[in-house]
């Protein structure tokens, strides 16, 4: 399988979920990869992004200090680690890979998206 998201499910306002993303090897090892996020009636939006090697990342403002982003090489695997959690961060959640091995935001840079998985925090 190319991409495949986990981890999404229920939670109360400030609390934490860890969303994982299992890659073919052949999209990860020398590719940037990125969290995006979408809700009903809204653009898909950036979140967080690593790039190849996990020296470099890059969060939207409104998830910064309190969302991480970090890669298992060994695994070929990307998460998300969310705390703090808002009504505002409700969404589905999709992991992708990037076309080039540094950090980008914008979802022209990524050329294979994983099916997504639904977050939703209760106030």
């Known amino acids: 399988v190319q991409l495949q998201a986990s981890g999404g499910g229920l939670v109360q306002a400030g609390g934490s979920l860890r969303l994982s993303c299992a890659a073919s090897?052949?999209?990860?090892?020398?590719?940037?990869m990125g969290w995006f996020r979408q809700s009903p009636g809204k653009e898909r939006e950036f979140v967080a992004a690593?790039?190849?090697?996990?020296?470099?990342?890059d969060y939207t403002d409104s998830v910064k200090g309190r969302f991480t982003i970090s890669r298992d090489r060994p695994k070929s695997t990307v998460y998300l680690q969310m705390n703090s959690l808002k009504p505002e961060d409700t969404a589905v959640y999709y992991c992708?890979?990037?076309?080039?091995?540094?950090?980008?935001?914008?979802?022209?840079?990524?050329?294979?998206w994983g099916q997504g998985t639904l977050v939703t925090v209760s106030s």
């Open positions: 992708a890979s990037a076309r080039s091995s540094g950090v980008t935001t914008t979802p022209k840079g990524y050329v294979y």
């Open positions: 090897r052949n999209i990860f090892s020398n590719n940037a």
């Open positions: 690593i790039d190849w090697n996990g020296g470099n990342t």
